[in-house]
């Protein structure tokens, strides 16, 4: 079965199964979706005509790693997506990053067949940031996609080390070592020389960037941003909007903040988020 037909496959049981969709058969487990994402008989509405995807980071599910910016997004009237990538040993986002990629394109596809947009947008976190741009300047995805809203982004790779989120529990099989994803974001890596060979962005999407002086995950935070135009580009650091917020880069997904602006950026027309938009703070 090609990725593609499997990957409508998913689409399809998720029709009847709500919240829960099967995963690919070698990966033998269940996929949860968030709350408010995968309804593949939602259609977008004029006000909000491309449907979003939201994109999971290393070791993170999308039921873990979108829990409340999924539903936050439903609930604004936005046909919502999420997907499961790049599992190994029984770990989702692991995978050498070239072949996640090549997983978010038959989804992208399968979204826009059941949607009938001709575009999305993307929403991800961390690598699932990053790894929407593979798919973007190598896949030939960039025609699909309208606006990529990085959360925490690994553009351009860390100094620092990746580690499982707080809470992790390792299957028996997996071990540091067969973390090819963790690998490929090291600043200075052979994928990152690949990724950014071709600049930082392609022509077409819009590229808004939203990161926290507290990540320590992704270090250093200005690592994130893109080079770019303002009329195609906009990068964001929290505490410029909100100086109080400590949200480091586990939990920037789940931020008020950061889902105000989120919901800043894709509801641009054209271009980037607004620069000039003040989030509330809380």
């Known amino acids: 079965m090609s990725l593609l037909t499997r990957t409508l496959s998913i689409a399809a049981a998720a029709v009847l199964a709500g919240s829960v969709a099967v995963a690919p058969a070698q990966a033998g487990i269940v996929d949860i979706s968030p709350p ?10 004029a006000e909000h005509p491309y449907p979003v995807v939201l994109v ?11 829990s409340t910016l999924s539903p936050y997004l439903k609930s604004s009237g936005y046909c919502v997506f999420a997907l499961n990538y790049g599992e190994t040993n029984g770990v989702y986002a692991t995978a050498p990053v070239t072949d996640s990629a090549q997983e978010l394109a038959p989804f992208v596809d399968a979204v826009r067949a059941a949607t009938g947009a001709k575009k999305v947008d993307i929403v991800g976190h961390s690598q699932g940031g990053m790894m929407p741009r593979y798919y973007m300047g190598f896949l030939g995805g960039a025609k699909y996609v309208h606006h990529l809203v990085g959360i925490a982004p690994s553009n351009h790779g ?5 580690v499982p989120p707080p809470g992790f529990v390792p299957p028996p099989a997996y071990t540091s070592l067969g973390c090819a994803a963790c690998a490929d974001q090291q600043a200075g890596s052979a994928f990152m020389q690949k990724l950014n060979s071709i600049g930082d962005t392609v022509a077409g999407p819009s590229y808004t960037v939203i990161s926290t002086v507290h990540d320590e995950v992704v270090i250093p935070y200005n690592s994130q941003f893109l080079n770019g135009p303002a ?6 650091t929290i505490q410029d909007k909100c100086p109080a917020d400590l949200i480091e880069h586990d939990q920037t997904p789940n931020d008020p903040v950061v889902h105000q602006l989120v919901a800043n950026a894709l509801g641009q027309a054209s271009g980037p988020a607004d620069p000039a938009y003040q989030p509330r703070c809380i």
Do not use: H, L, Y
């Not at 999971?56 to 979108?66: L, Q, V, Y």
């Open 158 to 162: 860390t100094e620092g080390v990746i």
């Open 36 to 45: 408010g994402a995968n309804d593949w008989s939602c259609k977008p509405s």
């Open 231 to 236: 009329r195609q580009v906009t990068n964001i």
């Open 56 to 66: 999971p980071g290393t070791f993170e599910s999308m039921a873990k790693n979108w």
